[in-house]
């Protein structure tokens, strides 16, 4: 009867051992399907950019200003372009205005120093809507650069190897013979 008891205890102790092995497995199951996945912060994901051609945003921003910059998904610049134009527009029509409203005032005076003051002043005002008129042009050829190099840039690949590592060095003197070395910084740029 020994040996029955015997296997019998063994059965027993190797019975238990599974159901606690069981047991602790379907715990660690449990909060592993509890713990949800972290990313790692010091791996970047690639972005997949969908291909911008700069010469199709060229030619849509010569086209309609702003029209390069949607094209290209950069739609807060948009308000920028026509804000600044408008602000340049109104800028030339209040010049004109007052470029008429002095030369016709010029051409009706009758004294000759009226008709300095409404020369003179013509005059600036003809120069100030010639800059108006030089700054929409700037602002035109602005708002196609601008969408050529976003859409040059959305296809820009910048690498995560790229670093800047900055640390102390020793320097030695090559000026003289007898030069001691000397502390400094080592500045080191990875590509």
Known sequence: MLPDSLNTVDTIQVKREKHQS???R??????????????????AEKKRVKYRSPQRAIILSAVL???????????????????????????Y??????????????ENATN???ERNYQNEYLKASEKRGYAIIFMGI????????????????QY????????????????GTFHANAS?????????YF
């Not at 029509?93 to 010029?106: C, L, M, N, S, V």
């Not at 690949?157 to 030695?172: H, T």
């Open 22 to 24: 069981s047991g602790i």
């Open 26 to 43: 379907k715990m660690k199951d449990t909060l592993q399907a509890d713990i949800p996945a972290v990313n790692d912060t010091l791996t």
């Open 65 to 91: 200003p702003g029209l390069g910059q949607a094209y290209n998904k950069k739609y807060w610049k948009i308000p920028i372009i026509y804000g600044v134009g408008a602000g340049l527009y109104y800028m």
């Open 93 to 106: 029509e209040h010049k004109d205005h007052q470029y008429t409203f002095f030369r016709e005032a010029y």
């Open 112 to 114: 000759e120093t009226d």
């Open 139 to 154: 602002l035109y050829v602005a708002n196609v650069v601008d969408a050529m190099t976003d859409a040059y840039f959305l």
């Open 157 to 172: 690949d910048i690498s995560n190897d790229l670093s800047v590592e900055i640390m102390p060095s020793i320097v030695q």
């Open 181 to 189: 070395p000397s502390c400094g910084i080592s500045l080191n740029f």
